[in-house]
Nanobody
Framework: QVQLVESGGGLVQAGGSLRLSCVVS????????MGWYRQAPGKQRELVAI???????NYADSVKGRFTVSRDNAKNTVYLQMNSLKPEDTAVYYC??????????????WGQGTQVTVSS
């Protein structure tokens, strides 16, 4: 069984910072990709930032220059440092991991989500 547990969400004023963390636990053979998505009320879930094994990263245009995604492979943990937050960043942030379990093919796993609210 695989679990993704997020932490670090909360309420912050515009211009402030938050750091999200997501720990992936369970019997895992390899993690291909880890990252973050978000879903605002009434909107579809969208990619925020991902990091791929090997170190490459990809960001949504709306967060480039403000957010930084990183991962600690030894801890199976992915982080999202969010700076210069804007009210439009308000959403539920979901951790995502594309990984392989022993004897299985790669599959996507999701965390339960953590609320980020940015006040103006």
């Amino acid at each position: 069984q695989v679990q993704l547990v997020e932490s670090g969400g909360g309420l912050v004023q515009a211009g402030g910072s938050l750091r999200l963390s997501c720990v992936v636990s369970g019997t895992i053979f390899s993690i291909n990709r880890m990252g973050w998505y978000r879903q605002a009320p009434g909107k579809q879930r969208e990619l925020v930032a991902i990091t791929i094994s090997g170190g490459s990263t990809n960001y949504a245009d709306s967060v480039k220059g403000r957010f930084t995604v990183s991962r600690d492979n030894a801890k199976n943990t992915v982080y999202l440092q969010m700076n210069s937050l804007k009210p439009e960043d308000t959403a539920v942030y979901y951790c995502n991991a594309n990984l392989r379990r022993p004897g299985s093919v790669s599959d996507n796993y999701w965390g339960q989500g953590t609320q980020v609210t940015v006040s103006s």
